[in-house]
């Protein structure tokens, strides 16, 4: 019995010594270079829902609320989070707007809604991507012709 267990070490001991090397050679770098780790992620709660997101994401777009000082009125301190009491599903939207550059228009939501979201975000619905602005653009009009 014993003797088995010992003839079977010495294999377990090559394994381990020719393994480790690999696992230390084979550990990828981490893909953060020096900018991205002296930035800082903020947590931002959409009524319940936490999206987080980097510092240096938000502050692309200064004159937008969430790129502007103007968010410090929305930070609490107790949880450490800016606090927004407004629609979370509408803030995805904003908020991929900051990392890619684009804003999209959901089609499923009402014209107005999101007119109002970006308002409140300070964000025109100028910037709204060639994808989405045809759609936005006949939305916009069907809604006014009915309004009025
Ligand atoms: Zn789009």
Known sequence: ??????????????????????AKKSMPKPPVDKKSRNDEI???????????TWKNTLDRYPDTLLGSSEKEFFFNEE????????DPEMFRHILNFYRTGKLHYPRH???????????????????????????????????????A
């Open 1 to 22: 019995m014993a003797a088995g267990v010992a003839t079977w070490l010495p294999f377990a001991r090559a394994a381990a010594v020719g393994w480790l090397p690999l």
């Open 42 to 52: 903020l947590f931002v709660n959409v009524s319940g829902l936490r999206f987080q």
């Open 79 to 86: 949880t450490q989070e800016y606090f927004f009491d407004r």
């Open 109 to 147: 939501e009402c014209i107005q809604a999101f007119d109002e979201e970006l308002a409140f975000y300070g964000i025109v619905p100028e910037i709204i991507g060639d994808c989405c602005m045809e759609e936005y653009r006949d939305r916009k009009k069907e809604n006014l012709e009915r309004l």
